[in-house]
């Protein structure tokens, strides 16, 4: 049996007779289907209702935060997944509230390099016949350089070679602070034991002479047990060459300064503003950022009391500190080298922090961080922003119903 789905209308006009289509055949419509203007019309109606609900939804997303909160009252709390994406894609964590201490830091320009800076000043008579090159280091018991081809000893002290060291007819003949970094050098050299020499002993006595003449046997030197002015040279530490200013084949007449040179410790100078002077004592920690990207730990080691006269009216009087860093062997063998010097500036113990990146900024102004409470509920919570530590990545948090253990929304890693 055969269903029809169409049926057929015959349109009669009232001046033309029956209308006929393009083969003078009657138009078929289908069956239950409104009139062409009528559709048309329903088409029209429908559309007006797709851009009302889509101009409703643009208002909706303007109105929404993010991470699902409602700005026209954005303290409300709204229950949402507990790991959720932002409408720009975003992956958000949770992080606690803590009670921690936190330090902020100021950076500081200072040079990398090596601590003091020495002249070797020449006692003896004759002819330069031998002199170390730039870079070489001299250590305690070793020669310096040659004169007439005796050699120039290095000992270590800090009150420099002004006589003749040599043994009277008593111990206390020859004493004082020279003859004291003889014998404290003698002993270190292990050319006298403490037992045989006391290393504090001001006293120029046989058991001196004794372990001099050890030392200069293993010098290849004539062994009298006197050491002349000229044959010792005292520093306070090993010597690192820097400039050479003797020439080989020269003369060399006391008085003239043959080498410059620093010790082989490692230091930062930093030029600090003298009106900052009481930022900084003795004895503080700081972190030295390398020209490599690295960090490594250092101490201020001395704060500077006189400030230098400034180049220009422009610039303010400076004072030197002395920072040596505590893992020396990091800081490699770079020399006047740029680094920066991180200080803290100011510490708070005991305060409530939660990281820097859970901070939003509010629409009518401040800050605030997301609560995400056990069950899922999440809701804004406005804080007052105290310390920042930016190598901790925290801030404290003040004026706010935040409490420990709380989470709080973060971008996720």
């Known amino acids: 049996m055969t269903t029809a789905r169409f049926r057929t209308e015959t349109k009669t006009g009232p001046e033309t007779g029956p209308e006929t289509g393009p083969e003078n055949g009657p138009e078929t419509i289908p069956t239950g289907a409104p009139p062409p203007r009528r559709r048309r019309r329903r088409v029209l109606l429908a559309g007006a209702v797709v851009v009302a609900v889509l101009a409703g939804a643009v208002v909706a997303v303007d109105r929404t935060h993010p991470f699902g909160i409602d700005l026209a009252d954005p303290f409300a709390a709204r229950r949402t997944p507990a790991s959720t994406t932002a409408a720009n894609q975003a992956a958000t964590a949770t992080a606690a ?52 081809g005796k050699p120039v000893v290095l000992l270590y002290g800090s009150t420099p070679a002004y006589r003749d060291l ?37 006293e120029f006595s046989w058991r001196t002479k004794r372990a001099v003449r050890r030392l ?55 030029k ?91 629409a009518g102004g401040g800050h605030g961080v997301e609560v995400v409470a056990p069950g899922g509920t999440r809701r804004l919570v406005r804080v007052t922003l105290g310390l920042f530590d930016d190598d901790a990545g925290m801030v404290q948090v003040t004026d706010t119903e935040l409490t420990t253990g709380q989470r709080v929304v973060v971008p996720s890693t």
Do not use: C, H, W
Not at 98 to 110: F, K, N, V, Y
């Open 97 to 148: 509230v803590e009670r921690r201490s936190l330090s902020a830091r100021t950076s500081l320009d200072g040079t990398l390099g090596y601590a003091g800076s020495y002249q070797v000043v020449n006692q003896a008579r004759g002819v330069v016949t031998a002199l170390p090159s730039v870079g070489s280091v001299i250590r305690r018991g070793q020669v310096l350089y040659r004169v007439d």
């Open 216 to 270: 200069q046997a293993d010098l290849g030197m004539t062994k009298t047990g006197k050491l002349t002015l000229g044959q010792v040279v005292f520093l306070p530490d090993a010597f690192r060459v820097t400039s050479v200013s003797a020439t080989k084949g020269a003369p060399a007449g006391p008085g003239s300064a043959l080498l410059e040179g620093t010790s082989t410790a490692r230091q930062v100078t930093v």
């Open 272 to 362: 600090l503003q003298a009106s900052q002077q009481t930022r900084l004592k003795v004895g503080d920690q700081v972190t030295i950022t390398l020209p490599t990207g690295t960090t490594t730990p250092g101490r201020v080691t001395s704060v500077g009391k006189v400030a230098s006269t400034p180049e220009s009216a422009q610039e303010a009087p400076k004072i030197e500190v002395a920072i040596t860093p505590t893992e020396p062997a990091a800081t490699g063998s770079l020399d006047k080298a740029p680094v920066t010097v991180g200080i803290i500036s100011d510490q708070v113990k005991d305060a409530l922090v939660v990281p820097v990146e859970a901070l939003l900024a509010l």
């Open 166 to 202: 040599v043994a009277g007819a008593d111990a206390s003949d020859l004493t004082g602070q020279d003859v004291r970094q003889l014998n404290a050098n003698l002993v270190a050299l292990g050319y006298a034991t403490r037992s045989q020499l006391d290393p504090r002993s001001d």
